[in-house]
């Protein structure tokens, strides 16, 4: 298997501020040569494990990272369309063996979006033709493609136009998420031709859905490229689309869209480890900050030998995630905001320790203590301005520059914590080694992946059993999100 040695580290965010990952490593040094280098092994990791097995599948005709990635993530727009899809934003996390750099592919605010559109009501603001803005996926793809890409961009698209044709077993997660949303479901026409069977009954999990059209779209992005998606019949479809469900994006909005590129990312020193990560309004500085707090505590055995440990480190852990998120409100489009001393601080040891000192052990607070700014800055409807993000695709090197891990998550507000939590490596496959801290030596618990903690108060988590498909687990057993 030959590709050049690329790391791609992602995230992908709808418009329901739902995210998925993929990240594909090759065991290249940070201070390796430029030059095109073949490795026997690779691995791509998706949400899916059928569009996992459509990156690998390029990587081995001989495509990049970056064209596994597209072609992944196509697939996965396709069978995870309730958590990505073309009609959101993304942020990329790309090294290439030498250096780190990011795609800001983010969704823009319309050109006719203005502050008080939303009326102060949120569900406005998170669902209907109002809470569409101006997607970046295709144009952060194209991005991508024209700096690392190998394989020809229509290939990148085939697999997944076969599946969207000729049908596909819904799987778990999508099975889920129709039959949460059924009502809304059969009550849209379109939504109901995708998601719905003969009976005009919601599809189930293993039942065979075909998108069609999404197909279709497809077909004309691999031919045509991504400026079809922007300008030209898709786009004045999409547009009459959006503006038929009550929206506001303009043909303008689309042609005018660009993804970004960031070649100076956020670099955190984590103790002995390196954290490359997206700058805002990804939350790169939210995580660093996160990770930075907690590596003050010096995490070890003893911190979850107990059931009091493990509940103050649970405690520990919560109050920080406050913090952090906290200041999360003081973010945004850095385009618009000045900013740039507050993420100096936010990656800053010294200003971590500072919050970390105002975290009392045995009681936690009125949200006013950890200072949120919940004004404008935090949903704002500014033309143009990309909306703050929890995705923060990470990859972690140790001291000699080799790459430790990529690692991302899905699950909207609640990614930015679980990638904190998942930023460790593993010391054997049925033990997790969580490190907050500089030093390897670290707690270790049980972790069932099949199970989804629900439960943000420390001591409920630490006392509850576990339970799966109604079989308690074993009593050690944490349960994580999978």
């Not at 690998?56 to 993530?73: C, P």
């Not at 073309?86 to 250096?99: A, K, P, Q, R, S």
């Not at 949120?122 to 700096?147: D, F, K, N, T």
């Not at 929890?390 to 930015?416: A, H, N, Q, Y």
């Amino acid at each position: 298997m030959a590709s050049k040695a690329v790391v791609v580290a992602l995230l992908v965010l709808l418009l329901a501020a739902v995210a998925t990952f993929l990240g594909v490593y090759y065991g290249a040094d940070l201070g390796g040569p430029q030059e095109e280098q073949f490795f026997s092994r690779a691995a791509v990791a998706s949400d899916s494990g059928p569009c996992s097995e459509i990156g690998r599948d390029m990587l081995k005709k001989g495509g990049s990272a970056v064209d596994a990635t597209i072609a992944t993530l196509l697939c996965v727009g396709l069978m995870n369309a309730h958590s990505a899809g073309v009609g959101g934003g993304l942020f990329l996390t790309i090294y290439n063996g030498t250096t780190v750099e990011t795609i800001d592919g983010r969704e823009v605010a319309p050109g006719a979006a203005t502050e008080g559109m939303f009326g102060g009501d949120p569900e406005i603001s998170e669902r209907g033709g109002l809470s569409i803005a101006v997607p970046g996926e295709i144009r952060g793809y194209e991005l991508a493609h024209q700096r690392h890409g190998k394989l020809p961009w229509r290939d990148l698209f085939q697999p997944s136009i076969q599946l969207a044709t000729h049908g596909f077993p819904m799987g778990s997660a999508l099975a889920t998420a129709v039959n949460k949303y059924k009502d809304i479901i059969l009550n849209d026409r379109a939504l109901c031709a995708v998601f719905c069977g003969e009976n005009r009954t919601v599809l189930q999990e293993n039942q065979i859905i075909r998108n069609v059209k999404l197909g279709e779209t497809y077909h004309t992005l691999a031919e045509e490229g991504a400026a079809a998606f922007y300008q030209g019949r898709l786009a004045e479809n999409l547009v009459n689309d959006i503006k038929a469900a009550g929206g506001i994006v303009t043909l303008k909005d689309l042609s005018d869209y660009k993804a970004n590129l960031d070649e100076n990312p956020l670099i955190v020193a984590l103790g002995r480890y390196t954290l490359a990560a997206p700058n805002a309004p990804a939350s790169g500085p939210v995580l660093a900050l996160l990770l930075l707090m907690l590596e003050g505590y010096q995490f070890s055995e003893d911190s979850v030998a107990s059931l009091p440990q493990r509940v103050l480190t649970f405690h520990r852990i919560v109050e920080a995630f406050r913090f952090s998120y906290a200041k999360r409100t003081l973010l945004g489009d850095r385009d618009f905001l000045n900013i740039t001393q507050l993420i100096h601080n936010m990656t800053s040891k010294w200003f971590a320790s500072d919050l970390r000192q105002r975290i009392t052990d045995d009681r936690t607070h009125h949200m006013s203590y950890y200072e949120p700014d919940l004004g404008s800055k935090v949903m704002s409807g500014s033309t143009g301005k990309r909306p703050m993000s929890s995705m923060c695709p990470s990859i972690l090197f140790d001291e000699e520059g080799r790459v430790k891990m990529v690692v991302g998550g899905s699950g909207g507000t609640k990614i930015t914590t679980s990638i904190a939590q998942w930023l460790k490596p593993f010391k054997e496959p049925e033990r997790q080694v969580a490190r907050w801290l500089e030093e390897l030596q670290a707690f270790e618990f049980k972790v069932d992946h099949r199970a989804v903690v629900r439960h943000t108060n420390a001591d409920a988590l630490s006392r509850r059993p576990c339970a799966v498909d109604g079989e308690e687990l074993e009593e050690d057993t944490i349960c994580a999100a999978a």
